[in-house]
C-alpha cells in the first residue's frame, strides 16, 4: 500500500520534470531519490513522536519539528542529487531554482505527517481512557452486585442463635439440627456468591433451609406453601434473589399482623420469563407505618436492574389483604 | 417478686424462663406473644419486672410501653437493633442482647434488685428512653393509643390537631379523640416539623388541616381547622407560622 503510493508520487514528480524539460532518466533518478528521502524523513518523525509525545498544550512544537525536518531534508536533497546526477550541463541551475517548491512541498507533507500522527496518538489516548473507564465502571458494579447479594439480616442471624440457645437446654438433637441448618444456609451464601445464575432448583434448596430456620423460630404462627412448577426447575435464576423476598415477606407477614400466616411461593413460565411469585397478608390499618417496600426489596431491584438493564423485572402489588411480589427472570440462553 | 416475659419467639421465652429457675423467688405470672397481649397482663398482674422484646407484631416493644400507667421495671432483650440500642446506652437502661449467657442474665437480675432497692429510678429512666426511642428516624409516622382495653394504631396524618389536657394530652382524629400521658413538648419534638405546628402553648395542628387564620382582636388570631374548629394561635405563633407557611 505504502509502496505503490510512494511509486505512485516518484512517477508522478518523474512525468512533471520531464515535462519541465529533464531527460526521461535525470527525470527518474530526481523523482526516486527525492521521494526515497522524502519517505525516509516521514518515518523519521513518526519514530521520533512514537518515543517522545509533546503534551497538548505545545501542539507548536509539531508545526516547528516539522519546518526544522523539512529545511533539513531540502539542505540533503540539493546536495545528494548534486552529487547523484552528473549529466546534463544545465541541471544544477534547474535544481538550485526549484529548491523552493520542493522545500514547500516536503514542508506540508511532513506537516501532514505530523497532524496524522497526532491524531492517531489523540484517538489512541481516549480510546485507552475509555478502555479504563469501563473497567472501573465494571468494578464498582461487581462490587455492587457483591454487596447486594450479601445482605444477610444480622436480625435473622442472631434471633436463630438464640433459638438454638433455648434448644439447647430442652432439646439437643433439634439444637444441633439447626445448627447443621444454619451452617448449611451460610455457606450456601458464601459459596454462590461468585456465580452469575444458578438452576432454580438449587436455589429452592438453599431457600428450604431458610424456611426450615424460620419455621423452628416461628412455626407456631408461620405456615409456608412452595408451589414450584416442574418445567421451572432446571431454569436459571441469579443466585440469593428469592431469600430476601422471602425474608420480606415473613417479616412484614408476621410483624404486620398478630394472626397465623401464610407465605405462598410459586414459580410458573409466562412471556418466556421465569416467574417467581411471593405473597404474604398485610393489614391495611398498620399499613401505612410499614417501613415503604423496606430495603430489601429496592436492593433485589437494584441487583435486577444491574444485572439486565431492566427496571420492569420486579412487580409488586397489593390485592386485598395480600402483598404480591413477582419477579421475571430473563433467561439468557 | 412477679415477673412479665414479651417476646414473639416462644424459644426466645424458654431461654428466660430456664435461667429465671435458678432464681429464688421470681415468679413468671405471664408469658406474651406481642404487646397486646402485653399490656393485658400489666394491667391485670401489675408485675415488678418485665423482660421486654423491641421488635413484635404490630406494635414494638417501646410502643407498648406508652400504653403503660403503672411502668414496672423493664430489661428489654434484643437481637440486633442499633437505635434501640444506642437508646438504652443513653438512659442506662439494662438489656440483653440475644443470645445472653446465663451468666449476663444473672448480672441483670441483680442490677435490677440493688435499684428497686433505691427506688423508682427505673420509671424515669424509661420514661427518658421512650423519648429518646421515639426520636429514631422511620419511627412516628404512627401513633398508638388506648382507649380503655382496646388499642389503636393512629397514623399521624390522621391526628388533625392535640391540645394539652393536664399530664394528658388529647389527639384529634376525625371522629374521637384519644388521651395519651404525654407533654406537648414531647409531641412538638417527634412530630415531623413540616406537617405539624405548634400554635399555641397548648395546642399543636397538623398543617394540611389548615384552611384560613382570622384576625379575632386587635393583634390576636385563631386558626381555623377544615372541619371548622377554631384553634388559638399565640402572638409568636402567628409570626412563626406565617414564616412556614411563606406568607
Given at each position: ?38 519517505g ?22 509539531r ?27 544545465d541541471?544544477?541551475?534547474?535544481l ?6 520542493r ?6 507533507v ?12 489523540l ?7 475509555e478502555q ?27 434471633n ?8 439447647a437446654g ?17 455457606r ?6 461468585d ?7 438449587e ?14 423460630r ?5 405456615e409456608?406453601?412452595v ?5 421451572t426447575?432446571?431454569?436459571h ?30 414459580s ?6 421465569l416467574?417467581?411469585q ?15 417496600t423496606?430495603?430489601?426489596?429496592s436492593?433485589?431491584?437494584?441487583r ?8 420492569d ?17 430473563p433467561?439468557i440462553? | ?9 416462644p424459644?426466645?421465652r424458654?431461654?428466660?424462663l ?5 432464681h ?27 423482660f ?8 414494638n416493644?417501646?410502643?407498648?410501653l406508652?400504653?403503660v ?31 445472653f449467657?446465663?451468666e ?10 440493688t435499684k428497686?432497692?433505691n ?11 421512650l ?11 404512627r ?35 384519644y388521651?395519651?400521658k ?8 417527634v412530630?415531623?416539623?413540616s406537617?405539624?405546628?405548634?400554635t ?6 397538623n398543617?394540611q388541616e ?11 388570631y385563631?386558626?381555623i381547622?377544615?372541619?371548622g374548629?377554631?384553634?388559638?394561635l ?13 406568607v
Amino acid at each position: 500500500m505504502y509502496l505503490a503510493w510512494w511509486m505512485f508520487w516518484s512517477f508522478t514528480q518523474t512525468f512533471v520534470l520531464h515535462r519541465l524539460g529533464l531527460s526521461w532518466q535525470v527525470a527518474l533518478i530526481d523523482g526516486i531519490i527525492s521521494n526515497a528521502l522524502l519517505g525516509f524523513f516521514c518515518f523519521v518523525s513518526i519514530a521520533i513522536f512514537y518515543y517522545y509525545q509533546p503534551g497538548n498544550n505545545n501542539r507548536g512544537y509539531r508545526f516547528i519539528f516539522a519546518l526544522g525536518l523539512a529545511i533539513f531534508y531540502t539542505i540533503m536533497l540539493r546536495f545528494v542529487l548534486n552529487y547523484v546526477i552528473t549529466t546534463g550541463e544545465d541541471y544544477p541551475s534547474f535544481l538550485l531554482n526549484s529548491m523552493p517548491v520542493r522545500f514547500i512541498v516536503s514542508l506540508l507533507v511532513l506537516s501532514f505527517v505530523t497532524l496524522l500522527n497526532w491524531m492517531w496518538n489523540l484517538l489512541k489516548d481516549q480510546k485507552e481512557q475509555e478502555q479504563r473507564r469501563n473497567n472501573a465502571e465494571q468494578l464498582v458494579k461487581d462490587a455492587e452486585l457483591a454487596r447486594l447479594r450479601q445482605q444477610l439480616q444480622p436480625h435473622f442471624l442472631f434471633n436463630s442463635l438464640n433459638s438454638i440457645s433455648a434448644l439447647a437446654g430442652s432439646k439437643p438433637n433439634e439444637a444441633r439440627k439447626m445448627i447443621q441448618q444454619l451452617s448449611d444456609f451460610l455457606r450456601g451464601t458464601l459459596k454462590k456468591d461468585d456465580q452469575q445464575s444458578v438452576e432454580l432448583h438449587e436455589e429452592l434448596e438453599h431457600l428450604k433451609l431458610y424456611l426450615e430456620i424460620e419455621k423452628v423460630r416461628f412455626g407456631h404462627r408461620l405456615e409456608i406453601n412452595v408451589n414450584f412448577e416442574e418445567e421451572t426447575l432446571p431454569m436459571h435464576i441469579p443466585p440469593l434473589l428469592l431469600q430476601p423476598i422471602v425474608e420480606n415477606a415473613i417479616k412484614f407477614g408476621l410483624y404486620d399482623t398478630i394472626d397465623e400466616i401464610t407465605i405462598s411461593i410459586s414459580s410458573y413460565i409466562k412471556d418466556g420469563l421465569l416467574h417467581v411469585q411471593v405473597k404474604n397478608p398485610f393489614d391495611h390499618e398498620t399499613q401505612s407505618a410499614n417501613r415503604g417496600t423496606g430495603f430489601g426489596l429496592s436492593s433485589i431491584k437494584r441487583r435486577l436492574f444491574l444485572l439486565y438493564a431492566r427496571n420492569d423485572l420486579m412487580i409488586t402489588e397489593k390485592k386485598e389483604n395480600q402483598f404480591i411480589t413477582t419477579l421475571r427472570i430473563p433467561q439468557i440462553k | 417478686m412477679k415477673i412479665i416475659v414479651i417476646d414473639d419467639e416462644p424459644l426466645a421465652r424458654l431461654v428466660v424462663l430456664e435461667y429465671i429457675q435458678s432464681h429464688q423467688g421470681l415468679e413468671v405470672v405471664a408469658e406474651c406473644n406481642d404487646g397486646f397481649q402485653g399490656v393485658k397482663a400489666i394491667i391485670q398482674h401489675k408485675p415488678d419486672l418485665i423482660f421486654l422484646d423491641i421488635q413484635m407484631p404490630k406494635i414494638n416493644g417501646f410502643e407498648m410501653l406508652e400504653l403503660v400507667d403503672v411502668m414496672p421495671a423493664v430489661i428489654f432483650t434484643t437481637a440486633f437493633d442499633e437505635y434501640a440500642i444506642k437508646a438504652f446506652e443513653s438512659n442506662a437502661i439494662d438489656y440483653l442482647l440475644k443470645p445472653f449467657s446465663k451468666e449476663r442474665f444473672d448480672l441483670a437480675i441483680e442490677k435490677y434488685k440493688t435499684k428497686s432497692v433505691n427506688g423508682s429510678l427505673a420509671e424515669k429512666n424509661v420514661q427518658s428512653l421512650l423519648e429518646t426511642a421515639a426520636k429514631q428516624p422511620d419511627d412516628k409516622n404512627r401513633i398508638v393509643v388506648k382507649n380503655g382495653s382496646d388499642i389503636r394504631i393512629v397514623p399521624v396524618q390522621d391526628v388533625m390537631y392535640i391540645e394539652a389536657y393536664d399530664d394528658y394530652v388529647k389527639l384529634f382524629t376525625k371522629d374521637t379523640y384519644y388521651l395519651k400521658k404525654k407533654t406537648m413538648s414531647y409531641y412538638e419534638q417527634v412530630l415531623d416539623s413540616s406537617k405539624f405546628f405548634r400554635t399555641h402553648r397548648s395546642y399543636i395542628i397538623n398543617l394540611q388541616e389548615l384552611t384560613k387564620i382570622e384576625p379575632l382582636e386587635k393583634n390576636t388570631y385563631i386558626a381555623i381547622l377544615k372541619n371548622g374548629k377554631k384553634i388559638p394561635l399565640s402572638r409568636t405563633g402567628y409570626t412563626k407560622l406565617k414564616e412556614t407557611l411563606g406568607v
